[in-house]
Structures are given as C-alpha cells and as structure tokens.
C-alpha cells in the first residue's frame, strides 16, 4: 500500500527557487521567430496563442530538487508490519525492524512472489526419503531436504520455514526457521488493475480486477459475484464446497479486490477466484470514486432532436435527461429496473419503449441471461400505483435479493405515478429504500415530488395530458439508447390515437409514419393492445405485445392485429347493443349533456370492454350523435363512476378531493386527467355521492 508522500504533497519534488525565463526574457510572451522542430507538440497550442512554451506565460523557470524522503516518487511506501509510512528503501520501520515478520501467502500468489532469505508460515504437505514437502498455499510447495530436517513433521501441521534457494525451472528450497517474537504478513499477488473490458485479452491469464460487487448468487456449484466497475462488469465465480457460499463476509455494494483466472464458460468470459479482498477506508473510497465518477459520464444520455417540433417537450427536455441519466445509470450498475406501466395503449406503448430501449444495453453490460434478472415490465390495472402493485414489487424483489443477490430495484411509473392516489404506495417504497422514477400526463399533485428522483409531466411546464406518455416513453427511450429510434417510434402514434390526444403533436407523430402505418393502422393496433392487456391481467405478455407492435414477423403482426381487431369490435358491438338503450339524457343548466348509464346492471361483467372502456366507447357514440355539442358521459356501478367529457371544463381530481371533504362516510377517492377519470366510493353512499358529482358536472362551465 502506497500513500502520497507529505513531504513534497506528492509532486516528487521540491521548487529550490525560480530564474528568469532565459527564451522570453521574462515576458511571458512567445518570441517573434522560434524553431519549430525544437518545439514539442504539446507546447504548440500554448505558443500559437501567444504564451512562451518553455515557462507556458509565467516568465519563470522553476528549479527543482528531487524529493529525498518518497525519492521523487510522490509516493511513501508502508511498513510492512504496523502499516507507518516509510521513507524510501525501507522495508519496516524503526519501532516494527526488532519484530521479524513472517509472510503467509495469499491465495493467488506462486513463486514469482517469494523472497529469498524471508520467512513464510506453510504446512507439511507429505514426507518423502529426501526431505519434507511444505505448501506455502494450495499451489506452491517447497522442499525442507533432509539434510536440513531435524525434528520428525506431520502431513497438515504448520511450521515456519526461511527461503533458501529459487531455482530457475521454480523449484525452491526451505530451511525450518522458528521465530518467537514475529508479526503475520499476508502476501498479496501484486498486479495491475485490469479493467473489465479488457478481460478479452487475458483469457486464461492470472488478473486483478477491483470494483464494487452488484451481486451475489449462490448456485449449486460456485458463488458467482458480480463486480461492476467504470468500464463493465465481470462475473466471479468462486469455490468451496458445491453449494456453500464463498467469502461470506463480502455482501453487496462492498468494494473488493480479486485475483484469478480469466476463462471461458457457457459462450461467455468469467473469473476464476483465487483470491477476493474486501476493501476499506482510502483504498475503497478511492476505486468507488473512480467507478461512480466514470458511470457517471458514461450514463449521461445522447443529446437528440425529439421527432417533431414541439415546445412542451422541449421544456421538458431537462428532467427527461435526468431521468434517462438514472435509468442509464441503473443498467451500468447491474440495478434491476422495473416499469410499472398503466394497462392501456398508451401505458403499453410507454413502457414498451423504454422496455426496447433498454434490454440491448442489459445484455451488453451482463451475461446471456441479464434481461431476465435485471428489466421487469408490469401493466397496472389502476392510473396510479397501487397498494396491491407495491406489493408484488416488493415482494418480487425482496425474493430476488434472498435468491440471487440482487440490489433492490429502481422502480419507473408511466402513464402513472403523479397524483395523491400513489401516496400510500410511495411511503411502503421509502421504507425500503427505493428510487422511484415517473413519467406521466395525470394531472400533478405536488406532494409527490418529495418522494421521486425524478418526475417528467407535461403540466410542470404548461402542457396538458394531450402529450400522451407513450410519446413521452417514445423520446426517452430514444435518450436511453438512439439506436432504437426506427424501431419505436411508430409507438407514439399508436398511443396519441389510443389515447385520443387532441395535441398539436399527435398529427405531427402521425404524419411521421404515416406511409407504413395510416391512421386507421393506427387505431386498430391500439384497440388490438387494449384488448389483448384484458385478458393478460397483469401479466406483460411480452412475446404477443412485441407481435401486436410488429417487432417480429409483419406477416404474423398483421394476423394477429386483424384477428384482435376483430374479436375487440365484435365484443364492443355486443356491449353497446346491450348498453345503449338503458343511457339516459339529461341537459345541465349549463348547456351540456350528460348522458349516464349504470354499467352494473345494463352491461355485460368481467368480459371486455370493462366498464371504464364501455364509458368511453358510448361516449364516443354521444358525441358523433350530438356534433358539436358540450358532451358528459358518467357510467357507475355500485361503488364506483367513471366519467367521460367533451366540451366541458372540468378538473376531475379536484372534485373528488371536494367530494371526499363533503361528504363523510363516503369514502371518496379516485382521479385522472381533468376531463376523463374515475371515482371510488363505499356502495352505501352512491346516491349522495352521485348527486353531489352531477351538481358538480352541472356548475362546470363549457
């Protein structure tokens, strides 16, 4: 171990005084005519700006004395027994030189690493008629000849022996060497630090890799470790016994040293351990800010011009940076990431986004199977995260912690996550410590802030739901990784039309892809997505949403987005067919109509369209019936309501907040955007619940 010599405060030298610049006179300036072969590279760019290259403008030359005490190293090494800072050419120090050190060998060390005339601590290996073999460790053993022994040894039992000869071929002779007074040395294999994108060229090579460990799991064989540093990753497999765990005292985000050998398994390059340091005080501060320093600038995101022109966006190019930043940053250090998503076209085409933009860079950074370990994708049935949601997150997590040694995962929401409605699921999140990500169109409660990292929502900067949060999901993902930009960016048009943006940018996403993609393309790939996430629940359903999106076979994409369509429009026909006589129209004082349904009693239960969808497709009906017209669609069932507008200017999440104040006992709760949302409430109080909401929708103006 080395440390930065006070003496000279690790410059290696000491200024004795300072003359004139002989070149410049003093000035500082470069002269009028200079020799340009006898100008170094380097000095060019100083003299071309006017300074004079040998004293670089200061017009003084130093002279310099070589640093007697680190002998102009800048560098004091340690002594070997009580770790004192040492001048140079000391071995110990002056209070440790009467204490004989006695070296034991490190795992990773052979011959090359031994001194003759020190003393080692080894075990009898075997007795042989020539003499007595030792091992200094599981891979160097030397010989005590028989001349030499003078007492009987038994095979396992410890001794200390004096090197006296290394022969060229790496044979070495030991001579028993009894201390009484002596301080244990352990003996580290000295090697460069190798960097983990190097590793390639060092198969079946001893190396030194250090960085932090981001995983441990225990197979049935070895321990793998998974060590990140600032270039990459390495996978550590380390030994003791089939299925015990190998330096238990290493857990994760500690900084460690390890020595072994680079070999190849399973079509990929791994690191045999011989040896695993954990690290402490300067020497890991040090490596850690090394690593964090270099993911840090590797994570910073490409810097891209957002597929249409649009100032919201622009806006919020700051915050989507610093989200793409953290989700960059997670993949270089091996941290699961899990997006939670809300289970619409729109939500789908967010996370799907991010989902392509991201797995490419997982897989680079870990083994064959690290997409499956380190990205997760889940629909949320709800518009904001639920407790139930939370939970299973949590759960999940804390099984792949206990299982196979991940770090707890940062978590991002889409198409959710920034109302009050989350709050309950944020505080179970801060419990155990985790990062939580948003992007979202919902209408904003500040109270989330305080407990996300980041937050990217179109009304923080004047914008309104209509940027939808698979545009927003489109553009981030294009941050995280450029690369996908052909492949995804067809999604934001799928979700501005499933979502029913009336932005400015929705007709500018459109006309992107209009040639391979139309507008009615559009729609059925949205309702195809709606329809399939009905029956997958919560399950992400990765392999048949890739096919709906077309990110396999387009003869196979266009089959099943046909097939889908048509179930979806066949089930919705039916739905309103049975719904549709029991609306019931009433005009508002304001001028609006509202036109309400009871989706409980007069629709179709658990089959698609949900009531939610039923809503919005008779809404759809009322307004192509009544063009032009202020239009309110309410649906309910026993405990809950789900509203539909056109033309009214409602603020959804601030009547259920008036609604809950109003009314107690029942249980108010719910929100969305300003004009389409859902209401909660306890079955006992619908009817006051309902009429309170009606008057509501009566007052707004159109």
């Excluded at 009467?98 to 080692?120: N, W």
């Excluded at 000849?145 to 000869?165: A, D, L, Q, W």
């Excluded at 944020?426 to 990062?435: E, R």
């Excluded at 809950?640 to 609604?659: T, Y």
Aim: charged share 25%.
């Amino acid at each position: 171990m080395s440390i930065e010599c006070p003496t000279c405060l690790g410059k290696g030298y000491h200024i004795k005084d300072e003359q004139t610049c002989e070149q410049c006179d003093g000035t500082g300036k470069a002269a009028k005519s200079v020799n340009l072969m006898s100008v170094q590279e380097k000095d060019i760019k100083a003299m071309l700006s006017g300074f004079c290259p040998k004293c670089k403008g200061s017009g003084k030359i130093q002279v310099r004395e070589k640093c007697k005490d680190c002998a102009g190293t800048g560098k004091l090494s340690s002594c070997q027994v009580c770790g004192k800072p040492l001048k140079a050419g000391y071995d110990l120090c002056a209070d440790c030189r009467d204490m004989r050190p006695v070296f034991k060998l490190g795992p990773a060390c052979d011959v090359s690493d031994l001194d003759i005339g020190k003393t080692y601590l080894g075990k009898v290996a075997n007795l042989a008629d020539f003499g007595v073999f030792v091992n200094l460790n599981d891979q160097t053993k030397g010989l005590i000849h028989s001349s030499n022994v003078r007492k009987p040894y038994v095979p396992g039992e410890e001794v200390m022996v004096k090197i006296n000869t290394i022969k060229p071929n790496g044979n070495f002779d030991l001579i028993p060497h009894k201390v009484t007074e002596f301080k244990l040395i352990e003996v580290e294999k000295k090697l460069p630090r190798t960097n983990a994108s190097d590793i390639n060229k060092f198969v079946n090579k001893l190396v030194s890799v250090s960085g932090e460990v981001v995983q441990i799991k225990q197979t049935s064989g070895p321990t793998i470790f998974t060590v990140t540093e600032e270039t990459g990753t390495v996978s550590c497999a380390a030994f003791v016994e089939a299925g015990m765990r190998a330096y238990p005292d290493v857990t994760l985000e500690d900084i460690v040293r390890v020595t072994g050998e680079i070999t190849m398994r399973n079509n990929g390059l791994q690191l045999e351990v011989l040896d695993m340091k954990k690290l402490a005080g300067d020497d890991a501060a040090e490596i850690k800010t090394i690593i964090e320093n270099a993911i840090d600038e590797r994570a910073k995101p490409a810097h891209v011009e957002f597929l249409v022109e649009s100032e919201v966006l622009e806006k919020l190019r700051p915050q989507m940076e610093k989200v793409a930043h953290r989700i960059r940053r997670a993949i270089l250090k091996s941290q699961p990431i899990v997006v939670r998503h809300h289970a619409d076209a729109d939500g789908i085409c967010a996370g799907v986004a991010v989902e392509r933009a991201c797995l490419p860079l997982i897989k680079k950074q870990g083994d064959t199977d690290a997409e499956y370990h380190f990205f997760g994708r889940s629909p949320s049935k709800a518009p904001f995260y639920e407790l139930e949601d939370i939970n299973k997150d949590l759960v999940m997590a804390l099984e792949d912690n206990e299982r196979f040694g991940q770090t707890m995962p940062l978590i991002l929401l889409m198409d959710n996550g920034s109302t009050e409605e989350d709050m309950d699921a944020y505080k179970y999140a801060k419990v155990y410590g985790l990062d939580l990500l948003v992007v979202d169109h919902h209408h904003p409660d500040e109270i989330v802030d305080q407990y996300v990292k980041g937050h990217v929502n179109p009304y923080h900067v004047g914008g309104d739901f209509g940027i939808t949060a698979g545009m927003l999901g489109t553009e981030l993902a294009r941050m995280i990784n450029p690369d996908v930009e052909n492949e995804v960016k067809h999604l934001a048009a799928v979700a501005a039309v499933g979502d029913r943006s009336e932005a400015p940018e929705r007709a500018k996403y459109l006309a992107l892809v209009q040639e391979k993609y139309p507008e009615n393309e559009l729609k059925k790939i949205a309702l195809a997505l709606d329809y399939e996430q009905f029956w997958l629940r919560y399950n992400d359903g990765r392999g048949i949403v890739n096919d709906i999106l077309n990110f396999n076979s387009e003869a196979r994409h266009k089959a099943l987005v046909e097939l889908l369509y048509e179930q979806a429009n066949m089930m919705i026909t039916n739905q309103l067919e049975t719904s549709m006589p029991h609306v019931k129209t009433a005009e508002l004082p304001s001028g609006a109509l509202l036109h309400v349904i009871d989706v409980e009693n007069f629709a179709h239960k658990f089959t698609f369209p949900a009531p939610g969808k039923t809503t919005g497709e008779i809404h759809d009906l009322m307004c192509k019936k009544y063009e032009g017209k202020p239009i309110v669609t309410l649906g309910f069932g026993p405990d809950f309501a789900v509203l539909r507008s056109r033309g009214v200017q409602m603020n959804i999440p601030r009547m259920v907040r008036e609604l809950r104040e109003e009314i107690k006992g029942g249980g108010v709760s719910g929100g969305g955007h300003l004009v389409v949302g859902s209401i909660k409430f306890v079955e006992g109080m619908r009817k006051d619940v309902l009429d309170a909401l009606t008057h509501k929708i009566g007052q707004a103006p159109v």
